[in-house]
């Protein structure tokens, strides 16, 4: 795997595997790496011919007392996760590099930014969107890969790619979660190991929900108070929100109908976890 830094050296590398008839996956990540990011690559590389990926900790995504800071780096572990799931390009910029001056430029998205996880981290979208756009104008991929953990930022990505035309496949993969249910998350290392034990709540509130509805509930409202009171059996969990809504405009869903997401957003100790569930029900 060849590791580069720099805008030009990434560009280069590209324009030189393209002109060798490869056909380019991109996973842009954070680091911290783990198994789910592994899927990623290997996704990559199943479809494509050569896997770029970019580990790079955004600020601009981070609010003023978020865990910009704090959040987990290992470059070296990263470096050999990537190598084993088969990476072949790693971009690993400095925020100079990115971010040479004070940005003035954003990629914004109405409505969609706002909802969910935007209404406690009403910056954080206009962040992601923004150095998203920035790396695919960087890397030029054929096809991006995005966890299915992410839900709205999945979204938040294929809406800005459809609006502002992107020639880019947007491509998501399932959740990877341990034994025991927990979606795996960078920030599960924030978890004390008895937080960590009770994790599982956020899978095990979206399963007993998804029950509910497999058993015929059609009432938003009623799915919602469900996810709830399974949340509210770890007290000391505060659940910054709980809902059930359209999959594509993320606005609560009095009918459950259509494509829905099932989402759950908790602040654990340190940790803010988040999960959620896709489905859809017709009629
Ligand atoms: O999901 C992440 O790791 C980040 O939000 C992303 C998409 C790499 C943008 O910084």
Do not use: W
């Amino acid at each position: 795997m060849n590791i580069v830094s720099t805008i030009a050296e990434v560009r280069a590398e590209v324009t030189q595997q393209r002109a060798l008839g490869q056909r380019i996956g991109f996973i842009p990540t954070m680091g911290y790496l783990h198994e789910g990011h592994q899927s990623l690559v290997k996704a990559a590389k199943r479809a494509n011919t050569f896997a770029v990926c970019s580990i790079f900790v955004n600020p601009t995504q981070f609010a003023p007392g978020e865990d910009f800071d704090s959040y987990p780096r290992d470059a070296a572990r990263d470096q050999e996760l990537l190598e084993s799931a088969g990476c072949d390009l790693l971009f690993r910029p400095t925020v100079e590099e990115m971010y040479p001056r004070p940005t003035v430029t954003y990629v914004t998205l109405d409505t969609l930014s706002t909802r969910l996880c935007g209404k406690s981290r009403p910056t954080h979208f206009r962040g992601v969107a923004t150095v998203v756009a920035k790396l695919l104008h960087i890397v030029q991929p054929d096809e991006v890969f995005f966890g299915q953990k992410d839900g709205q930022q999945l979204l938040v990505i294929r809406r800005m790619v459809d609006d502002l035309n992107f020639p880019v496949q947007v491509t998501s993969v399932p959740t990877f979660r341990e034994a025991d249910g927990l979606a795996k998350s960078s920030r599960n290392i924030y978890l004390t190991p008895d937080e960590r034990q009770r994790a599982s709540i956020l899978y095990r509130a979206l399963t007993a929900a998804k029950q509910v509805v497999d058993a015929g509930e059609r009432d938003g409202q009623r799915v919602r108070q469900h996810l709830l009171a399974t949340l509210s059996s770890e007290p000391d969990f505060c659940v910054d929100y709980a809902e059930v809504v359209d999959a594509s405009t993320l606005e609560p869903l009095e009918t459950i109908r259509g494509d829905v997401m099932m989402a759950v957003a908790v602040y654990v100790g340190k940790a803010r976890l988040i999960d959620n569930f896709q489905f859809h029900v017709s009629g």
